[in-house]
T-cell receptor, first 115, second 109 residues
Framework: DTAVSQTPKYLVTQMGNDKSIKCEQNLGHDTMYWYKQDSKKFLKIMFSYNNKELIINETVPNRFSPKSPDKAHLNLHINSLELGDSAVYFC??????????????FGSGTRLTVV | SQQGEEDPQALSIQEGENATMNCSYKTSINNLQWYRQNSGRGLVHLILIRSNEREKHSGRLRVTLDTSKKSSSLLITASRAADTASYFCATDNNNDMRFGAGTRLTVKP
């Protein structure tokens, strides 16, 4: 029943490793997003995809690569992890146009800790 | 980049009091949304107000929007301890949503 599900919920890994976070939505939304929330709780948009097409690509290191195999999935792959990548990563989805009264729907987050 | 500034950064009130949080933003918007985040949890959508609306209500929530001043406010009336959370405003412009820094609200029983 979960509308936006992301896995894993927690991820602890060593510097230099490569890891992926998966996200799936069952709402039929056209647009999906990745946001990063840092230790000060600032939420920053990283990427958005509309029906598998990259729409927003903020100034994010190219070690981060999103992949959308279909409009219900948006995965985030991170190469050569660094300490500064430690954060909570949120996946979200919205209908086309974004302005539904229900807003955006967020996953529960993936807490990434790089040691 | 961050879109909005929220004020105050932190707010502490007694149960039953009203809480007002303000948000200012810089660019044009299609709509503005407010979200709540409980500690260690995801974001929950509270209310959306479109750029051509000035005020909206939902239960104990009241949101205002002044596009000429590029500002919005969220009022929570008759607050409860369960309202303790961080509240974020977010501006949406054609599926590009940017968040403010958030207000940490503590409601004391």
């Amino acid at each position: 029943d979960t509308a936006v599900s992301q896995t894993p919920k927690y991820l602890v890994t060593q510097m230099g490793n490569d890891k992926s976070i998966k996200c799936e939505q069952n709402l039929g939304h056209d647009t999906m997003y990745w946001y990063k929330q840092d230790s000060k709780k600032f939420l920053k948009i990283m990427f958005s995809y509309n029906n598998k097409e990259l729409i927003i690509n903020e100034t994010v290191p190219n070690r981060f690569s999103p992949k959308s195999p279909d409009k219900a999935h948006l995965n985030l792959h991170i190469n050569s992890l660094e300490l500064g990548d430690s954060a909570v990563y949120f996946c979200a989805s919205s209908p086309r146009g974004g302005g539904s009264v229900y807003g955006y729907t967020f996953g529960s987050g993936t807490r990434l800790t790089v040691v | 980049s961050q879109q909005g500034e929220e004020d105050p950064q932190a707010l502490s009130i007694q149960e039953g009091e009203n809480a007002t949080m303000n948000c200012s933003y810089k660019t044009s918007i299609n709509n503005l949304q407010w979200y709540r985040q409980n500690s260690g949890r995801g974001l929950v959508h509270l209310i959306l107000i479109r750029s051509n609306e000035r005020e909206k209500h939902s239960g104990r929530l009241r949101v205002t929007l002044d596009t000429s001043k590029k500002s919005s406010s969220l009022l929570i009336t008759a607050s409860r301890a369960a309202d303790t959370a961080s509240y974020f405003c977010a501006t949406d412009n054609n599926n590009d949503m940017r968040f403010g820094a958030g207000t940490r609200l503590t409601v004391k029983p």
